[in-house]
């Protein structure tokens, strides 16, 4: 019973919930949701698989479930996505590492498995720490019978506001019908798109210059969304770490006048100082950056005074436990952050999760496409946005219902990585 206490006790110090106590001075759900882990009994992980090759229609997901599986018969779902072959040679590699230990002690295997994998902070070896991370809040949701966000210290915020991600929706792209797409997300409430119409020009000048004609092609499309939405519209602009220093501060002088939400990874993540050079040189709010992973490479940012925005992926930067310190940290700077959510649905309600807890959630990432066609063939309970927001769900766990089809049609299929 005292090893069992000791556990939980190191579960809250290490994985975040230490802040709950804080928390309950302000009104959050501190009491209950601490009470409610110290009776989760010990779990042993007995059991991994992973659910991928998922296919909607035809077409193929880049995406990965990772099941973990304890012996008292609660199972645990996360997931990362992208290179999924290499993500299974990780997690085969470091089975024994997970089979047979505590299912939510979590610090020891984000380090166990970072210190084996030299790796560093980045690449498969993260991705499947993300995954595993995730899983393992599912656990703890569920033996407590509370959702993640409560564990996280409670519903900050009742819902979050959501823009949507793409070129295209529906049939139209925005280089033909960026008004129609624009007033197709007005109807439905949603208050912001992000895009990307600098890419084509960067792939063509490998990023080393733009000409003042392209600068105003560019434009196009932020003038005519803008000039259909008016100023209760949010325009965030994707650049996928394509242009060097000079090329960026031309881009952002010319999208000053028309105050876009972000720009969005415009340089390279590896030299923070460049990003403080851009931040003091322009009015546009400066957003990094989903490729970052730990708490470690964000410390730097916001150091470094490198961005007034943090995106962040919870499939890449090491799971829920990592995501909450990161933005944690970034609120004692008063900078608030995204979520980064072009995978699939454990990462939708992962993120609407810590969205829903934490203090700094500025806007979420979504897409119209998946949570109004993919997802719900995967999962029965598919958080849908109301009005541009969308509410975390109540059940236990990330509190996902999935659906049966897709395995049984051979539209994912299941790999076993260990038992034990």
Request: proline share 4%.
């Amino acid at each position: 019973m005292e090893k069992r206490n000791m556990l939980r006790r190191d579960f809250i110090k290490n994985a975040g919930l230490c802040s709950l106590g804080t928390l309950a001075a302000n009104g959050m759900l501190a009491e209950p949701a601490t009470a409610a882990v110290n009776t989760v009994p010990e779990m042993k992980i007995k059991k991994i698989d992973v659910v991928r090759d998922h296919k909607f229609q035809g077409r193929s997901l880049q995406q990965m479930w990772v099941r973990l599986y304890t012996d008292n018969g609660i199972v645990g779902v996360g997931e990362t996505y992208w290179n999924t072959n290499a993500q299974v040679g990780v997690l085969r590699d470091k089975k024994n590492m997970i089979l047979g230990h505590d299912a939510i002690e979590m610090t020891t295997f984000m380090d166990d498995i970072r210190n084996d994998s030299w790796g560093g902070s980045s690449g498969a070896d993260m991705k499947i720490i993300s995954a595993i991370n995730m899983a393992q809040w599912d656990i703890l949701g569920k033996a407590a019978n509370m959702p993640v966000y409560k564990l996280l210290g409670g519903k900050y915020r009742p819902q979050l506001r959501l823009y949507n991600t793409s070129n295209a929706v529906a049939g139209m792209t925005m280089e033909k019908d960026a008004e129609k797409m624009t007033r197709f997300f007005m109807d439905k409430g949603i208050k912001g798109v992000k895009i990307w119409p600098y890419d084509p020009v960067a792939a063509r000048n490998k990023g080393s210059y733009i000409s003042p004609a392209e600068r105003e092609q560019c434009l196009d499309w932020i003038k005519r969304i803008r000039n259909t939405a008016g100023k209760d519209f949010e325009i965030g602009l994707e650049f996928h770490t394509r242009w060097n220093l000079p090329s960026a501060l031309k881009i952002a002088k010319d999208l000053e006048p028309y105050d876009v939400m972000w720009l969005e990874d415009i340089l390279g993540e590896d030299n923070m100082e460049t990003y403080s050079i851009l931040c003091r040189d322009t009015s546009c709010p400066v957003a990094v950056s989903e490729r970052l992973a730990t708490k470690f490479r964000f410390r730097e940012v916001l150091e470094r005074k490198a961005a007034d925005i943090i995106i962040l992926d919870i499939a890449w930067c090491g799971g829920i436990s990592e995501a909450k310190k990161i933005v944690d940290m970034a609120d004692a700077y008063y900078i608030p952050f995204a979520t980064h959510n072009y995978g699939g649905c454990v990462l939708w309600m992962s993120s609407i999760h810590l969205g829903t807890a934490a203090h700094n959630c500025f806007i979420t990432e979504s897409s119209w496409e998946m949570y109004t066609n993919v997802f719900p063939y995967f999962i029965k309970n598919v958080p849908v946005p109301v009005n541009g927001f969308v509410s975390a769900p109540e059940g236990p766990g990330l509190g996902i219902e999935f659906n049966d089809e897709p395995i049984k049609n051979g539209d994912a299929i299941v790999e076993i990585i260990g038992e034990i």
